[in-house]
């Protein structure tokens, strides 16, 4: 798995290199207080800022990170993208709160689930190399977040990763499909 992982990590670093920017095309600012986000030396710092919530993945948190993303692959002075949580968890998965809330709305859940996939997506789509910053809880579909990163460096005494919907007789198959991804079917319990 590690080679796999280098191998990746190399083909999107020379990718993110050979990255022209003709156009000039600046970041755009995301207006969001639930990601805060900044530029220093090459590294795109994207800080989920929900820690009350643990970092839930809303909605609107969601198409934040992908937006940020969509712009790291397009400006030639981002090298690196650090996805990271403020607070106590990296995430701690969807908004409960959210889900909740549209539980009667079939259209309304697969959009919240069509863009959590999609950001998984534009994750591993992107030429920049993309690290999950993992200190406290990564579950469900924040462990699928962190999965979905090229390189997971985790705090050794804090970091966690579950999928704990298991536990309560649910289970959303999209944090399963990248951790599946991350670590072959073998080593994620998967016996193959």
Avoid: W, Y
Wanted: charged share 15%; hydrophobic share 45%; aromatic share 2%.
């Amino acid at each position: 798995v590690s080679q796999i992982m280098r191998g990746r990590m190399l083909r999107r670093a020379i990718a993110c290199r050979s990255m022209q920017n003709s156009s000039g095309a600046a970041l755009h600012s995301v207006v969001s207080e639930e990601l805060l986000v900044s530029q220093a030396q090459g590294v795109l710092n994207l800080t989920m800022n929900r820690p009350k919530q643990r970092n839930a993945l809303s909605s609107s948190l969601m198409e934040a990170l992908s937006a940020s993303l969509l712009d790291a692959k397009t400006l030639n002075t981002v090298r690196v993208v650090i996805i990271r949580g403020a607070g106590p968890a990296f995430s701690a998965g969807h908004d409960l709160a959210e889900l909740r809330a549209a539980s009667h709305d079939e259209a309304a859940l697969r959009a919240i689930f069509s863009r959590c996939s999609g950001l998984m997506q534009t994750i591993r789509d992107n030429p920049v190399p993309t690290i999950a910053a993992v200190s406290g809880a990564a579950h469900a579909a924040g462990c699928a977040l962190a999965a979905s990163c090229d390189l997971v460096v985790a705090d050794e005494v804090r970091a966690s990763f579950a999928l704990p919907g298991l536990r309560i007789g649910v289970f959303c198959h999209t944090p399963a499909v990248e951790v599946v991804r991350a670590l072959g079917g073998g080593a994620a319990g998967g016996g193959g």
